[in-house]
């Protein structure tokens, strides 16, 4: 007898592969099971902008036919997989969220994607994000806002909200997102899932649509650890096409991943627990850290001082980052072009105007008056210079720990709609997350419970030191594997 299709989406990523390489299952099985899903979930939650199920189900196929060979690409040959409308993919829809890309269909393929393809992973199409990933709760997106799964009333998070939305209701196994000030780590935590920042350099950024350059880093997300672990492990490596990925091997991953939490040092800044946070969210993160202590671990009481300047700072940096990067979208080569235009200043404008929409308009002029003459060293390089302080700040704490550990939001999934008209409100739910995106370090988001009032999921976030992802995994699996695997979101 077939696994039934609502079974077989919620296998996970390494179960659905090895169901794959036994022949118990197929990846046609999986991918048809994956598009069913999305068809019947999809008009309520808003995670996808494309699906490409013609791609997909050749990709299956092909999968199957490895399979009945007895060959095996990876673990994760024949699995259904989506990435965020950021990374550029051959033929197939590429937004970046934006009326500005509308209908661009770029010529080859992110690095990452050809990687998810060349392990035989199944991409099924392209998610929903904030517009450039210029926010915090995917209502930016220029085509429809992302529902969260566990409440349709709710934010996923953003800018990845679709990457971490998907995954949580089923539609796939896993999802690539992108992490510039939290935006993997944010709606991993609002959505119940597992979510990675790598160090910066670790992925590469080639064909990823840039925002914040210096910021930006690729991702995965999946209801497990040793799922996302998997991605990583699959996607990471240098790059001779992307100038600053790192020349490091990678790390196994999977290898350490059981080794517990005995013996390891979990700081604890003292800094992001001394007010600010929800009391449900303060509650579930000292619960986690409790249950760290118990599993053998020692909590440190470390110091981030100069972290409560990591907003000002951001908001300098990447806007300043932004305006450069934008100025490419004009109207001349790819992407919308105003009509009727009477020359070529007035399409210029006629054409941003159009195709921006409010928050990349609102960061480009942020980031053009602070490197505007008068203004760079008062406000760009004061910040960089903040910049070089966190990062010192950290380098100190990891003297006396392994991992850093905290909140991921100061809430859980808020109200869509509820902060729209205050951007500053916006911007403060990434206060956590941001200083792990200005010193190039990685973070992870491991689901610590759910709050007590509200039934939604909470996120403990786990940084460390520089390429040292294989640790974030074995503390993020410790806990994972002592608290269980959360419930499954209700159904749409």
Not at 399 to 427: H, K, N, W
Request: net charge neutral; glycine share 12%.
């Amino acid at each position: 007898m077939s696994t039934p299709a609502k079974e077989l989406c919620r296998l996970g990523l390494r179960e659905a592969g090895a169901g794959v390489a036994a022949k118990a299952i197929s990846s046609s099985e999986l991918v048809e099971a994956s598009l069913a899903r999305i068809q019947a979930t999809d008009g309520k939650l808003g995670a996808f902008l494309a699906v490409s199920a013609d791609r997909a189900r050749a990709a299956a196929k092909a999968a199957d036919a490895r399979a009945a060979r007895g060959e095996r690409r990876s673990e994760l040959d024949g699995v259904p997989v989506a990435v965020k409308d950021i990374f550029v993919t051959k033929g197939v829809p590429t937004t970046a969220g934006s009326r500005i890309l509308e209908g661009y269909l770029p010529p080859y393929d992110a690095t990452v994607v050809e990687r998810l393809e060349a392990a035989g992973a199944v991409i099924v199409g392209k998610l929903n994000m904030d517009e450039f990933a210029m926010g915090s709760s995917n209502e930016n997106s220029a085509y429809r806002p992302c529902h969260n799964p566990w409440d349709l009333s709710r934010t996923p998070g953003g800018s990845s909200g679709g990457s971490a939305a998907s995954v949580a209701a089923g539609q796939v196994h896993a999802s690539l997102g992108t992490d510039t000030g939290g935006s993997i780590r944010e709606p991993a935590a609002f959505c119940g899932v597992v979510g990675v920042k790598p160090t910066y350099g670790r992925v590469s950024r080639y064909g990823v649509v840039a925002f914040a350059s210096s910021l930006d880093q690729v991702g995965p997300l999946a209801r497990e650890v040793g799922d996302a672990a998997l991605v990583l492990r699959t996607i990471a490596g240098h790059d001779p096409r992307d100038m600053t990925s790192s020349t490091r091997p990678v790390d196994d991953y999977l290898g350490p991943l059981e080794e517990g939490a005995r013996g390891l040092r979990v700081g604890v800044p003292r800094e992001w627990l001394s007010g600010g946070l929800d009391a449900g969210v303060e509650a579930a993160i000292r619960a986690a850290l409790d249950t760290y202590r118990r599993l053998g671990a020692t909590l440190v009481d470390v110091s981030l001082p100069h972290s409560k300047y990591g907003i000002g700072a951001y908001y300098l940096i990447a806007p300043a980052e932004a305006s450069s990067n934008l100025a490419r979208y004009d109207g001349v080569r790819f992407g919308l072009r105003a009509e009727g235009a009477k020359g070529l200043k007035e399409m210029y404008a006629e054409s941003r105007e159009r195709g921006l929409g409010a928050e990349p308009k609102r960061r480009i002029m942020l980031g053009t008056y602070a490197l505007s003459s008068g203004y760079y060293d008062a406000y760009y390089l004061r910040a960089q210079k903040v910049r070089t302080l966190i990062r010192r700040d950290f380098d100190e704490a990891f003297r006396s720990c392994d991992v850093i550990a905290g909140p991921v939001t100061p809430s859980v999934a808020f109200r869509l709609g509820e902060r729209t008209g205050d951007p500053l409100q916006m911007y403060l739910a990434d206060i956590f997350t941001i200083t792990c995106n200005l010193a190039a370090l990685p973070g992870l988001s491991v689901p610590c419970g759910l709050e007590a009032g509200s039934g939604l999921p909470v996120g403990l976030q786990l940084v460390g030191r520089p390429f040292d992802e294989a640790t974030l995994f074995r503390a993020a699996r410790a806990l994972e594997r002592e608290l269980g695997p959360l419930p499954a979101p209700p159904e749409p």
